[in-house]
């Protein structure tokens, strides 16, 4: 699961635009996954991944930048807060990824999405943001949704390490969520997603020189499928944006579950258990609880303001 910022949109909201753009960027985060989830079945480790994902990527990305905003967006206002958001957003994917490789695809997407719940958290910690016992109710429901699937005590037959690793993946996932929040007051969309894409880059690229190997045509293919589509998907996700409110688009984000259920039918025969459905629909429902909540908070927040 993905984050970005919430670009500024000009004009009238789209709401039906966004939501295409928005089911758009789940496919290819879809594909993306499993793409390297293969690559992972053919011997890639996860910094590898990270590093070939920006390679791949970083083409469509420039592209994007040069027929949109342009290669002058990406200048930064402040370089030590990217470092900062690189950083845990690099140590957020490398997680993510390696929970791919000890998890079923599935599991490890449904567990990714913890990430709005440690995303309240760690708002109410951090940003000493206000949290009403609605979305504290939601992050319990959340959170049994992530015990019914693991199943404390190994009786889910999930390995103790590949959860513990997903958790802490959707940890650093909402770590840049909140780190966002900081960075979209001052930075363009274009120089969060360059200059990420550049870490991955240079960080992934001497992680790949210690720990990687030699591959072949056909895992490089998969780690090519891989990059693109993470990169498609991220344009389209900030694209979905610009049409749409958050509170439009991003219930659709849980469609991504959905998508890995039938990635891993089709590519591993994996069906999912009865207990990984009933976490899912737990921890869907908390999100979608959330973006709801928050929605309606901000409606009435606006019907509230007094016309000037």
Known sequence: ?????????????TPVRGILLRIGSVVMFGIMFAAMKLAGDDGVVAIEMVFYRAVFGMPIVLAWLALGPGLAD?????P?????RSAIGL???TLNFFALILLPLADATTIGFTAPIFATILSALILKEHVGRHRWMAVAIGFIGVIVITRPGGSSGLP???????LLGALGTSGVTITLRQLGSTETVGSIVFWFFVACAVVGGIGTAIWGSTHGLHTMGLLAIGGVAGAVAQILMTASLRAASVSTVAPFDYLQIVMAIIMGWLLWYAVP???TLAG?????GSGLYTA?????LRRDSVAATPPV
Do not use: C, F, K
């Open 91 to 93: 140590t957020g994917i």
């Open 292 to 296: 709801y909540r928050e929605h309606r």
């Open 280 to 284: 899912a629909a737990l921890i869907a």
């Open 80 to 84: 030590w807060a990217h470092a900062v």
């Open 160 to 166: 103790g390490l590949g959860i513990m690793v997903a």
């Open 273 to 275: 258990s009865a207990a």
């Open 1 to 13: 699961m993905a984050t970005t910022s919430s670009p500024r949109r000009s004009g009238a909201d």
């Open 74 to 78: 990406i200048q930064p206002n402040r």
